[in-house]
């Protein structure tokens, strides 16, 4: 069995900052990619940041040149860190992760359990 687990979410004001993270832990052989997603009330679930086992990254337009994705691979954990946060960025965020439990094993998706960010004044 795998987990992931958030942590880092809060609340900030118009132009701070925050610095979720997400551990993953238990039967893990590899973790090739790993993202962010973002779920806003009534809105679907949209992906935010990939980081590829070699450290690729893409983002969403919508936060290009604010977030940052990155990964330590020793630790199994992906961290995201979010400048200039705008009301808009206001959602409930979830890891994923591309999981191999042993070496002849096929990668599942694992999802965290989400950690809230409200952006407000």
């Known amino acids: 069995q795998v987990q992931l687990v958030e942590s880092g979410g809060g609340l900030v004001q118009p132009g701070g900052s925050l610095r979720p993270s997400c551990a993953a832990s238990?039967?893990?052989?590899?973790?090739?990619?790993m993202r962010w997603y973002r779920q806003a009330p009534e809105k679907q679930r949209d992906v935010v940041a990939t980081?590829?086992?070699?450290?690729?990254?893409t983002y969403a337009d919508s936060v290009k040149g604010r977030f940052t994705i990155s990964r330590d691979n020793a630790k199994n954990t992906v961290y995201l860190q979010m400048n200039s946060l705008k009301p808009e960025d206001t959602a409930v965020y979830y890891c994923?992760?591309?999981?191999?439990?042993?070496?002849?094993?096929?990668?599942?998706?694992?999802w965290g359990q989400g950690t809230l960010v409200t952006v407000s004044s």
């Open positions: 980081i590829t086992s070699s450290s690729t990254t």
């Open positions: 238990g039967s893990i052989f590899s973790i090739n990619a």
């Open positions: 994923n992760a591309e999981v191999r439990r042993t070496p002849s094993y096929r990668y599942l998706q694992e």
